[in-house]
């Protein structure tokens, strides 16, 4: 059996998006591609429709290549209980209130038992003092965890 992915948004747009002028971007950029060339099928995939809603946005022909790619994915169902351990993230503060988008990716990778949650943003989920938290909120209410890193850590051996 495959472990199971959750794709953040920002894998996405790392993976479409034209390479940037940025070298610490675009290193991110070439990370994601050789991950999804040569690991993205030893895993199963998930995505949620907020990936699919943030992928929609900005320039249209963009937008079009992220929907391409997140289009063959299966949705993690946006439950009530994803909703509630998001609150709860927020209302921790761990994840502040402007961010709760963040913040139900996370819990939508936990309460649907994703083995992994891959992204690039640092700021609200990729964050070494945010995983103490998670950990401490998420066994309160019954749940793991899942490794929250980026295609660079989940390359393999």
């Known amino acids: 059996m495959k472990q199971k992915v959750y794709l953040e948004t920002s894998v996405i747009s790392y993976l479409t998006s034209k390479l940037s002028?940025?070298?610490?971007?675009?290193?991110?950029?070439?990370?994601?591609q050789e991950w999804w060339e040569k690991r993205s099928?030893?895993?199963?995939?998930?995505?949620?429709?907020?990936?699919?809603?943030?992928a929609g946005k900005g320039d249209r022909l963009a937008a079009e290549r992220r929907l391409e790619v997140v289009s063959g994915l299966p949705l993690l169902d946006i439950n009530e209980d994803a909703e509630s351990l998001s609150a709860a993230i927020v209302t921790s503060g761990a994840v502040p209130a402007e961010a709760g988008e963040d913040a139900l990716h996370i819990a939508l990778a936990i309460v649907h038992g994703m083995d992994y949650l891959l992204t690039w943003?640092?700021?609200?989920?990729?964050?070494?003092?945010?995983?103490?938290?998670?950990?401490?909120?998420?066994?309160?209410?019954?749940?793991?965890v899942p490794v929250i890193c980026t295609p660079e850590e989940l390359m393999g051996g």
């Not at 099928?41 to 943030?54: P, T």
């Not at 943003?121 to 793991?144: C, M, P, Q, W």
């Open 41 to 54: 099928d030893d895993f199963d995939l998930f995505v949620s429709q907020i990936v699919v809603g943030e």
């Open 121 to 144: 943003n640092f700021k609200h989920i990729a964050n070494a003092e945010l995983e103490r938290v998670l950990t401490k909120i998420s066994r309160s209410l019954g749940y793991d």
């Open 21 to 32: 002028r940025d070298l610490i971007v675009a290193g991110h950029q070439q990370i994601t």
